[in-house]
């Protein structure tokens, strides 16, 4: 792969980040009292459908762990999701949504899908 068409596409691909993040932390913001990674952290569990240790959510959502600690706290906070620890192993935190936060989620979807699309509408097409 030519080195140039390397540095070219991180690039693309910072701009886009860069430009989404900013699109998404207005428009959740505004209209749903969500930040991107708190829609996002929602979102991982809806797909999911079942509660996720915490863990789990670090993987999906590119998050540190103190990070992503921080975002669910806001969202417990808030009555869109809760913690419970594991039962058969104590250390494990487990996070499961709220119906606040399903309703919330469902919300904010249209807004968030809508952002994206805007975004990415120039972006080539992926295989697979």
Not at 15 to 21: G, Q
Not at 77 to 97: M, Q, T
Not at 100 to 116: I, N, S
């Amino acid at each position: 792969m030519d080195e140039q068409y390397v540095v070219s596409t991180w690039h693309y691909v910072l701009a886009k980040h860069a430009k989404a993040m900013c699109a998404l932390e207005r428009e959740l913001g505004d209209k749903h009292g969500l930040g991107p990674s708190e829609f996002e952290v929602l979102d991982r569990i809806v797909h999911h459908d079942r509660k996720l240790r915490i863990q789990e959510l670090c993987d999906e959502v590119h998050l540190s762990q103190s990070a992503l600690s921080r975002v669910v706290a806001r969202l417990e906070k808030a009555e869109l999701v809760c913690r419970g620890v594991c039962d058969s192993d104590r250390r494990g935190v487990f996070v499961s949504i709220t119906e606040e936060g399903r309703a919330r989620h469902l919300a904010a979807l249209p807004t968030q899908r809508a952002v994206l699309a805007e975004i990415f509408a120039d972006a080539p097409a992926l295989i697979g």
